[in-house]
């Protein structure tokens, strides 16, 4: 008899157990890519090669999950990430031009990080807090009400990020 939530491998059979495989491996496979992406900011080509031989996934499979997911980055990425909020509310109360500025002051465009490695420029749908807007992220923290004085700041604070390079000198 099945009991209410487990899979009853007697009535599936073979199936079961190669379902149950398929399974733990894609859990392995997201946990690994998870950490890879930890260590690098993003999957580095080799890294996912290394992955693939040890896993024993093919390389089309495992981009083809990283792909799926939004989490995962195929390129570096800053060490700050500034997403504009381009929903509705923020648009209206001006995420166009924050994000101009953005573009301006650092010479990217979105999508893009800087050669120094300090902002990678990003936009995002409504992050849920409109009553806020203009709204954007930076390194997931939500800031809101944007205006010059913030936006300033905020380009002082990641333009003073250079990675610790002052402490090493
Ligand atoms: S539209 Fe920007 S937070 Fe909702």
């Known amino acids: 008899m099945k009991k209410e939530g487990r899979i009853d491998h007697e009535s599936i059979g073979h199936v079961g157990e190669v379902l149950t495989e398929a399974q733990k491996n894609k859990?392995?496979?997201?946990?690994?890519?998870?950490?890879?992406?930890?260590?690098?900011?993003?999957?580095?080509?080799?890294?996912?090669?290394?992955?693939?031989?040890?896993?024993?996934?093919?390389?089309?499979?495992?981009?083809?999950t990283a792909t799926f997911f939004k989490q995962f980055y195929f390129t570096p990425r800053g060490r700050n990430v500034a997403c504009v909020c381009t929903g509705t509310a923020c648009h209206v109360r001006g995420a166009g031009e924050i994000l101009d500025a953005l573009k301006i002051e650092f010479k990217i465009g979105?999508?893009?990080?800087?050669?120094?490695?300090?902002?990678t420029l990003e936009t995002v749908g409504c992050v849920g807090c409109c009553g806020l807007a203009p709204v954007l992220t930076v390194n997931e923290e939500i800031v809101g009400e944007v205006e010059d004085e913030k936006l300033e700041k905020l380009v002082d604070q990641i333009r003073g990020d250079?990675?610790?390079q002052d402490e090493e000198a």
């Not at 496979?29 to 090669?49: A, G, R």
């Open 27 to 64: 859990g392995l496979l997201i946990h690994s890519l998870q950490s890879i992406q930890k260590n690098h900011n993003y999957l580095p080509e080799d890294e996912l090669k290394s992955l693939s031989e040890n896993l024993r996934i093919p390389l089309s499979e495992i981009y083809s």
């Open 110 to 119: 979105e999508g893009e990080t800087t050669e120094d490695g300090s902002l």
């Open 162 to 164: 250079n990675g610790g």
